[in-house]
Nanobody, 130 residues
Framework: VQLQASGGGLVQPGGSLRLSCTAS????????IGWFRQAPAKEREGVSC????????YYVDSVKGRFTISRDNAKNTVYLQMDSLKPEGTAVYYC????????????????????????WGKGTLVTVSS
């Protein structure tokens, strides 16, 4: 099983990037997918997640209205569209899986450990700088 985040790069403040999370050896439609990030000298934080079955999406407050998570099960891929990027968005971004969590569990725990036991991909670096 391999999970891979891609699409990072250097972007100016106010710019956009779309990250992709792809999997091999794993059908992502059985999993909630979360995006996390870790900035230098900071702890990892949850950015967004999407349910495996009911389409619910969650976002950390700092990205609401600017980031959009989506999934294409036919392509076995989950995306994170990041618009109006800010310098504080500079971080390594990771995607991770959680196997069929209930709606209650996902809502309560997506940013606080629900994904800890799942698959994690190698991250992709996003640098927001002029």
């Amino acid at each position: 099983v391999q999970l891979q985040a891609s699409g990072g790069g250097l972007v100016q403040p106010g710019g956009s990037l779309r990250l992709s999370c792809t999997a091999s050896g794993l059908q992502l439609d059985n999993y909630a997918i979360g995006w996390f990030r870790q900035a230098p000298a900071k702890e990892r934080e949850g950015v967004s997640c999407i349910s495996w079955h009911d389409g619910r999406r969650y976002y950390v407050d700092s990205v609401k209205g600017r980031f959009t998570i989506s999934r294409d099960n036919a392509k076995n891929t989950v995306y994170l569209q990041m618009d109006s990027l800010k310098p504080e968005g500079t971080a390594v971004y990771y995607c991770a899986t959680a196997f069929r969590p209930s709606s209650v569990a996902l809502a309560a725990g997506w940013a606080s450990g629900l994904f800890a036991g799942g698959y994690w991909g190698k991250g992709t670096l996003v640098t927001v700088s002029s």
